[in-house]
């Protein structure tokens, strides 16, 4: 059944069976009791999954995002395994040069970015985010792994001065509203907030761009996440403004799925 709406069945059922069973799926068939209140349980999760299509880390409220759980609802974008990759990167990069004295963030929704940069980097973080509804999720997260994270709500990076960053990493939107439609029903079940970034899905990408150049010191870097469709017009607006193009980073499967930006 689960076949009918995930590219990854057993995975799925696996973590509905130890949601609900908290055994591993192993055990559980070797079972010779099972709970009936639990197995109509299972049952009605699954069947939800499969009519409503809702994600299965909504219906669990929960994600993984390098090693750690993150609680999620509808309110926030579930993080995704290749936004590890731009997490990943900024680790290493910075392995090899001078860490800056804090970073920002910039639409945390979860604040799935921020706490594992700060978690794994031993350093404090600002992270910003226009939904205060997203900020509390985030809140949430950052108070179970208590890293130094502060949260401001705002718009990009309108609060921060001119030439007073280090670093700036961010996933914004990039989705073109024209697409919307022909995303997955489950994407479709996320916030647009998170997921349209314009009428051709590079608009905030540039304003956020715009913004860190003014407001990145000299030598600052801007880390951010991106879609193949749209890296051409990503990089030409980046040029365009003065920043150098240090690195296009890849993904799993092969495709750019990031930029490090450098004033």
Not at 123 to 136: C, F
Not at 184 to 206: M, R
Not at 214 to 242: N, P, Y
Request: hydrophobic residues 40%; charged residues 25%.
């Amino acid at each position: 059944m689960l076949s009918s709406v995930t590219s990854q069945p057993e995975a799925e059922a696996r973590w509905f069976i130890e949601e609900v069973f908290g055994m591993p799926k192993e055990i559980f068939f070797i079972t010779e009791e099972i709970d009936t209140v639990k197995l109509k349980r299972l049952h009605l999760l699954v069947e939800r999954r499969i009519k409503e299509r809702i994600p299965i880390q909504y219906i669990f409220q929960k994600a993984y995002f390098m090693g750690l759980e993150l609680f999620v609802n509808p309110w926030v974008l579930i993080p995704r395994p290749e936004t590890e990759i731009l997490v990943s990167y900024v680790i290493k990069i910075y392995s090899h040069r001078e860490t800056p004295s804090f970073f920002v963030d910039v639409g945390t929704g979860s604040g799935a970015i921020a706490i594992s940069i700060s978690y794994f980097m031993k350093i404090p973080g600002i992270a910003t985010d226009a939904s205060r509804r997203a900020l509390t999720i985030a809140k949430t997260n950052i108070e179970k792994y208590k890293v130094s994270v502060e949260l401001l709500c705002a718009n990009l990076l309108d609060p921060f001065k001119e030439a007073s960053l280090d670093l700036i990493v961010s996933n914004p939107p990039y989705i073109g509203s024209n697409e919307f439609t022909t995303l997955h029903e489950e994407v479709q079940k996320e916030p647009t907030s998170s997921l349209i970034g314009g009428k051709d899905g590079h608009e905030i990408t540039v304003k956020l761009m715009e913004q860190a150049f003014i407001r990145l010191k000299k030598g600052g870097s801007l880390i951010i996440e991106t879609h193949r469709g749209i890296l051409e017009k990503v990089i030409a607006g980046a040029k365009d403004l003065g920043f150098r193009v240090r690195a296009v980073i890849k993904d799993y499967s092969g495709y750019e799925r990031a930029i490090h930006l450098e004033k």
